[in-house]
């Protein structure tokens, strides 16, 4: 590879660093007449800016088309570029092809690896869940903040950044659209913590609390004038079905229930239903005791 064609390297590098998503670009196979060789590289971004080498033009736009879907989704691609009308596209068992009108006539094939940034989880809350969450969460791959009014950041060692007020107001640009929210107020400033998760354009809400107290909830947030389609659509009860009781398993359901939604798949709510009794073995029947009240040599009188 040539100097120019090790460019993605360091252009990898910053935007890591910035947070921003990239695909990795990689020519598989091709079949001459072609520019690219199997092994070129190229870094691609959504607004279509190519740094590295995959070929020419001609291939270019069904590249950056299929970066912006592989972006969007958070999957890997192949796609195959191949003399055909231009337009011409079909998806085969293994690959997608796309029609290259040029008069190259040559075909390549190109793997398509999306680099995502974190995903940005935000913790609404001080309770018990919520110390549990902000130290789960960076295990699998999440950033967190943690916003609570007068908030401890001791016991949020793990987060990022702890904001400590819930004041939407005062905490208004600190935080990036798009994340994920989780409200573990768990009866503490419940209401301001919904509105300051409304405040924050996330990608999905979820709300640690019963059916009952949640429908409460959003009719008190209608009547402050939040939109109604944001407020049907927080998650409550929130959190995956697993039979959770402690504050760490709680969050390890809810937990599971953000990864969900972050990779699109489907999620089961929490169903409230009482304690789970205790299963009981089966027991052979005994004999009764000698001189007991249960026959079997009982005492003569």
Do not use: Y
């Amino acid at each position: 590879m040539t100097a120019t064609s090790l460019d993605w390297i360091s252009s990898a590098e910053r935007l890591r660093a910035a947070g921003q998503p990239f695909a990795l670009v990689s020519v598989v196979r091709v079949v001459a007449p072609s520019s690219a060789r199997p092994g070129d590289k190229a870094l691609v971004t959504a607004d279509g800016r190519i740094d590295g080498w995959i070929g020419g033009g001609c291939s270019q736009p069904a590249v950056v088309r299929t970066v912006r879907q592989s972006l969007q989704d958070g999957q890997p691609r192949m796609i195959r570029i191949a003399p055909a009308a231009e337009g011409h596209e079909r998806e085969l068992s293994d690959l997608l092809e796309f029609g290259m009108a040029c008069h190259s006539g040559g075909t390549v094939e190109l793997f398509i690896d999306p680099v995502l940034p974190p995903a940005h989880l935000v913790v609404v809350g001080d309770s018990p869940v919520a110390v549990s969450l902000a130290e789960l969460a960076p295990r699998v791959g999440l950033t967190v903040t943690v916003i609570a009014h007068d908030a401890d950041a001791s016991r949020f060692a793990d987060a990022r950044q702890v904001l400590v007020t819930d004041d939407a107001i005062a905490f208004a640009g600190e935080v990036e659209a798009g994340a994920f929210v989780v409200v573990a107020t768990q009866g503490r400033r419940d209401l301001q913590g919904l509105h300051a998760a409304l405040s924050l354009k996330a990608r999905k809400i979820f709300f640690v609390a019963s059916a009952r107290k949640a429908d409460v909830l959003r009719r008190t947030l209608l009547e402050s004038e939040h939109d109604q389609a944001e407020v049907d659509a927080i998650v409550a009860p929130a959190g995956q079905a697993i039979g959770a009781q402690t504050p760490q398993e709680i969050a390890l359901a809810v937990l599971a229930a953000v990864i969900a939604a972050r990779r699109n798949a489907p999620e089961k709510e929490v169903v409230e239903s009482p304690r789970a009794k205790p299963s009981v073995l089966p027991l052979p029947e005994l004999a009764p005791i000698a001189g007991s009240c249960c026959g079997g040599g009982a005492a003569k009188e």
